[in-house]
T-cell receptor, first 118, second 115 residues
Framework: AQKVTQAQTEISVVEKEDVTLDCVYE???????LFWYKQPPSGELVFLIR??????QNEISGRYSWNFQKSTSSFNFTITASQVVDSAVYFC???????????????FGKGTHLIIQP | DTGVSQDPRHKITKRGQNVTFRCDPI?????LYWYRQTLGQGPEFLTY????????KSRLLSDRFSAERPKGSFSTLEIQRTEQGDSAMYLC?????????????FGSGTQLSVL
């Protein structure tokens, strides 16, 4: 069965520091998709990035960057020069097809609560 | 694009009562998902619809849970004979059906408290 592990329950840093959120996944499938979502205090999950298993290129979007490494089954997320508005819970999620195919929902990790202190 | 709308935002009920939540997806989205999220956990998939067809419901937590999407637009999630363990945030999400890696758009959820 698929599984997503976010070992960091909570991270607290001071504004402008860089911070990396870890995500390790397990799947039997060779085709799968990885996602990161942000959940601010309002509760609505916001999509950040999607990556398929055949594309191991790292991606940068502004202050955000993602490091996908199939060899270690990791899909880590780095925020550079963090800001108070980055404070939220961040979820890594996996969708594969080995668990039953079709359009099953995403499997989420437990999330990392990121606190950016001014 | 008004986003995914859920109603109510909060629901407090007594154990044993039935509750129903509503979700209005983004208008052109034909896939609709229900998730449950408990404190300190990630969202847990419950069920999903493609248009009015419920294509996956084996993940519903018990036979007290049911969902409908009668006209392929809004959806309702009903919990019968609520238990304290049902207390959670119930999230709805929708997506276009253009690719298997489509991103989900989530609503703000309905927070259920069972006393």
């Amino acid at each position: 069965a698929q599984k997503v592990t976010q070992a960091q329950t909570e991270i607290s840093v001071v504004e402008k520091e860089d911070v990396t959120l870890d995500c390790v996944y397990e799947t039997r499938d060779t085709t799968y998709y990885l996602f990161w979502y942000k959940q601010p205090p309002s509760g609505e999950l916001v999509f950040l990035i999607r990556r398929n298993s055949f594309d191991e290129q790292n991606e940068i979007s502004g202050r955000y960057s993602w490091n996908f490494q199939k060899s270690t089954s990791s899909f880590n997320f780095t925020i550079t020069a963090s800001q108070v508005v980055d404070s939220a819970v961040y979820f890594c999620a996996l969708r594969d097809f080995a668990s039953g195919g079709g359009a099953d929902g995403l499997t989420f990790g437990k999330g990392t609560h990121l606190i950016i202190q001014p | 694009d008004t986003g995914v709308s859920q109603d109510p935002r909060h629901k407090i009920t007594k154990r044993g009562q039935n509750v129903t939540f509503r979700c209005d997806p983004i208008s052109e989205h034909n896939r609709l998902y229900w998730y449950r999220q408990t404190l300190g956990q990630g969202p847990e998939f419950l069920t999903y619809f493609q248009n009015e067809a419920q294509l996956e419901k084996s993940r519903l937590l018990s036979d007290r849970f049911s969902a409908e999407r009668p006209k392929g637009s809004f959806s309702t999630l009903e919990i019968q004979r609520t238990e304290q363990g049902d207390s959670a945030m119930y999230l709805c999400a929708s997506s276009l059906n253009r690719a298997t890696n489509e991103k989900l758009f989530f609503g703000s959820g309905t927070q259920l408290s069972v006393l």
